[in-house]
């Protein structure tokens, strides 16, 4: 369990991360997602103890980041980004280290039991210099697993691999989630949405919505626009719809009408389709336009550098 | 201590495996071994026979080895120092052992003892010179076990002295030519107390200047076999300041944005 309470954390003038909230609940993903400079990894900086915060509390398995730092040091497993690894080593010897500084007992039985369920057992022996981005990547996972963590923070584990690693690991990663707390970070939104139960956007240093992938996409399409699909004259469709109460706008959109809504928390589609059906046209199709967060997640930070724009001016 | 030890046991294991670290103990004692037989030669040259003269040159040759060795250090300890906590910087393995249950000092601590460890094979190696002594006259005992207890602990400051700069820096070459200054001016700090004295300083800035100084504590002490609590204490206490120092320097690596 994490629990993220208004947390600020500074470098100098720089607020990285201003007055932040979240949880993250035992045996679930959650995915932080966010563009690149967002305050993801000063975020997991301080949640792993590395950094303590500026202001602020959180608390990870139980235990104050600040107060209580060796203690979330021995819950937390953490990956992060890049992965940095000591190349001289090989996995196993790279993993018996981190365990006689963890003060691990059984460490040649943990070390071999994370090899293998990150399927690195054939080449525990080999230096890490030697060996793949993807198995690197798999080495710092392992590495991150080993003492059995209550809690795993993985930064961007998923950069730099190629396609088939990438399904790989977010399998492991969901796999993980049912035992561990995992909090993922991705900037890779189409990621999150298959991966994690929760998800927390945050740019500019700041939340900017969180919620199941679900709530979140419903979030977006109660308030986004509609296309319409009709039999017949189109522009004459595109009319009708213009004249509705509720509408501010109805555009041409190659063979669809993309209506607007003056209230953007309205649905627009059941009074659509009925002023369409009164008039006399085929209805084709009513749907809603914004249905993956894709959409959410470029509006959102949009809005967010929109909104600071304004604030400059 | 499972931490430190276990931090210890892997940079010993460096050193030993590291062609650089061989060649720096190569180079030392290829340096002192030449100026050692040099020494020794040109006193059987003068030699004008008898048993006096035989203790005075095992003497010479042992204090004029341990004098260069104490010397060199300048360069030998940013040489061996320089990699141990700028490495983990630049690479990013810092990250990952400042988010394990391992206090700070205990991975400063077990980098330092790793290196003084180091160094000791190298010293123990000039025993070697002592050995070839023994054929030709015994050296004093009592300045035997001053001058290499005195090495032991001048290398042991030094070490510590360059290794506050591997803290402080990711670049090896900046740490190292950094370390050497550091080392020079706490070597020639009893020069600068005489400069001092002469420009008029009060006495006491002439004292701690000289207080400060290595050589007033080893070469005109302990390597003439004089050993005194004092110039232990000198050495004790300047390393401890020193690791201190590196301790809180790898702490502000949490504060510090990267």
Known sequence: ?313 | MSALWAVYKREVALFFRSTIAYAIAFGVLLFMGVLFSATVTQFVANNTSGFAQQLATADMAIVGMLGTLAFLMFIIAPLLTMRLLAEETREGTLEVLMTLPMHDWAFVLGKFFAVWTFYTFILACTLAYVVMLAGMGVPDAGILFAGYLGAWLYGGVTLALSMVWSALTEDQIVAAFLGAATILVFYLSDALALIANGRGFTAGATDFLRELSLVAHYQETMMQGILRGEDVAYFVLLTVAALFVTSVLVGTRRWRAS
Do not use: W
């Open chain 1, 1 to 313: 369990m994490i629990t993220v309470d208004h947390l600020t954390k500074r470098y100098g003038d720089v607020a990285a991360v201003r007055d932040i909230s979240f949880t993250a609940e035992n045996g679930q993903v959650t995915g932080f997602l966010g563009p690149n400079g967002a305050g993801k990894t000063t975020t997991m900086r301080v949640l792993t103890g590395f950094t303590p915060p500026t202001s602020g509390r959180a608390l990870v398995g139980g235990f104050d980041v600040f107060e209580q730092s060796m203690n979330v040091r021995r819950v937390v497993g953490y990956l992060p980004e890049n992965v940095p690894l000591y190349r001289d080593l090989t996995p196993y010897e790279y993993l018996m280290y981190l365990g006689e500084i963890r003060g691990l007992r059984e460490r040649k039985a943990r070390a071999q039991a994370v090899l293998a369920r990150v399927g690195l057992s054939a080449r525990s022996n080999s230096r890490i210099r030697t060996l793949s981005k993807g198995m690197k990547q798999r080495v710092g996972l392992a590495a991150a697993l080993l003492h059995d963590p209550q809690v795993l923070i993985l930064d961007e584990p998923t950069i730099g691999l190629d396609p088939l690693q990438v399904l790989e690991l977010r399998q492991l990663v969901a796999e993980l989630g049912r035992e561990h707390t995992v909090l993922f970070s991705t900037h890779i939104l189409s990621e999150a949405e298959q991966v994690c139960d929760k998800i927390v956007i945050i740019n500019g240093g700041q939340i900017i919505a969180q919620g199941t992938p679900q709530a979140l996409r419903d979030q977006l399409a109660r308030g986004g626009r509609v296309v319409v699909r009709v039999a017949g004259d189109l522009e004459a469709a595109r009319a009708v719809l213009a004249a509705l109460p509720a509408v501010q706008e109805a555009v041409l959109d190659r063979d669809s009408v993309v209506v607007t809504p003056a209230d953007s928390s309205a649905d627009l589609r059941p009074d659509a389709a009925q002023a369409l059906m009164a008039q006399g046209f085929g209805l084709l199709e009513v749907r809603s336009l914004a249905v993956n967060l894709e959409d959410i997640f470029i509006e959102l930070t949009r809005r967010e550098v929109g909104a600071q724009k304004e604030e400059v001016a």
